[in-house]
């Protein structure tokens, strides 16, 4: 499963407008895209040597996609961003689901989220690959 969020600070809320809201989030895009290190609840990852121990999920991982973006609805993605493994079982999954929600890794800057599978069917000897989309 892959996150892309976007910098908040890229965009600025005018003042006449700061009454009523807080912050503005820019769209998706090359150069709005985050690709920083971050500790679990999106705290920036000061200290580089800290990046190697930091929370699966946290930290930005390249496109597995090197030449083809990923076409959705509002605009194409390159496939890199925050991913991280589900595990094998059911209570795995819900295991880490419930960590990711309780750490608000999906927010108000989060534009996609890629959930990918591998499927196989021994029978026939096929592997099947499924990338869902959610912008």
């Known amino acids: ?74 605009t194409h993605y390159w496939g890199d961003g925050f991913g991280l493994h589900l595990g094998k079982s059911a209570d795995e999954m819900r295991g880490i689901l419930a960590d990711l929600k309780a750490n608000r890794w999906i927010d108000k800057r989060t534009r996609v989220i890629f959930l990918e599978a591998m499927l196989y069917n021994g029978n026939v000897d096929l592997f099947t690959s499924l990338t869902v989309v959610f912008e």
């Open 1 to 74: 499963m892959f996150s892309s969020p976007v910098f908040l600070e890229l965009c600025a809320v005018p003042v006449t407008m700061q009454h009523s809201l807080g912050e503005c989030s820019p769209g998706y895009g090359e150069h709005a895209k985050e690709t920083g290190a971050f500790e679990e609840g999106w705290k920036r990852v000061r200290n580089t040597s800290a990046m190697e121990s930091a929370a699966p999920g946290w930290i930005h991982l390249p496109s597995g996609y090197p030449s083809l973006p990923i076409y959705g609805v509002t």
